[in-house]
């Protein structure tokens, strides 16, 4: 199969008259993603090794749906990626927000950077979880089967790996490190999405052009968009956040599952 590769730079407003989406208001309201967050149910299950791990379910009007896996910042899973969730299930997905990070939760760089170095230095314990909840969602009674993921910053990176653990139907990369070769990226399954920043120092253009560059030549689906905008640029609490284009990466967003996840 040849590889489709869509490169769309978007720069100086390039998503003008979205203007503030809903979700990008509750986001940037503490009380608002609170709210949303507390609406959702926590679930549990249990690694290998016997240590337990939860994830925050939202659940559509009607089943079966497809679903949708959703990797937190490295900040931890905070409010504001539970809102997330629940916006998925408004628009007819099961949402299944994961924890990587044990149940802590970061408010400060230092903090966020200690819990994202705990999961580097036991990544299979991610992997492992990661895997276990797409099953878990795989075996739903409400699902289709139909499985994408979706993550942002640390968590884009970890929506890759999850995708290459355990092939899903679609996956979703917001500036995450997609680093990886052709032969690492042979068992991805789905298409793939991601979106970048022209500005970002961490995910930078060299990276995601070798992305661009790996996903080709190992023969897999991939639709990159670039924005005039700088690293966490869709996180309405970031310093960061560019209102235009987090609308337009989150149309194309929910598009590109809509689309992707159909039976």
Not at 10 to 20: D, E, K, N, T
Request: aromatic share 8%.
């Amino acid at each position: 199969m040849l590889a489709r590769r869509t490169v769309i730079k978007s720069i100086g407003g390039a998503g003008a008259g979205l203007g503030v989406s809903p979700l990008a208001a509750v986001l940037a309201d503490p009380k608002r993603a609170k709210a949303a967050a507390d609406g959702l149910q926590t679930v549990g299950s249990t690694l290998s090794d016997g240590s337990k791990v939860r994830a925050a379910l939202a659940m559509p009007a009607q089943t079966p749906a497809p679903a949708v896996m959703l990797i937190h910042e490295w900040w931890g899973l905070n409010d504001q990626i539970k809102a997330v969730a629940a916006e998925f299930a408004a628009q007819g997905h099961i949402a299944l927000a994961i924890d990587l990070m044990g149940g802590e939760v970061a408010t400060t760089p230092d903090g966020a950077k200690a819990l994202t170095g705990k999961v580097g230095a036991n990544p299979g314990k991610a992997l492992e979880t990661c895997s276990l909840w797409i099953d878990w969602l795989r075996g739903h009674d409400g699902s289709t089967g139909k499985i994408g993921t979706c993550g942002w910053c640390f968590g884009g990176g970890w929506s890759l790996n999850a995708s290459l653990a355990e092939p899903v139907d679609a996956t979703v990369i917001y500036y995450g490190r997609v680093d990886k070769s052709a032969a690492e990226l042979a068992s991805l399954k789905g298409p793939v999405l991601g979106h970048f920043a022209t500005q970002d120092k961490f995910i930078n253009t060299a990276m995601v052009d070798g992305f661009v560059t790996q996903m080709a030549e190992a023969g897999k689906s991939l639709t990159v968009y670039r924005y005039d905008a700088d690293h966490a640029f869709a996180n309405p609490t970031s310093a960061r956040y560019d209102q235009e284009d987090a609308a337009l990466s989150w149309e194309r967003t929910t598009s590109f599952l809509s689309q992707s996840l159909k039976t």
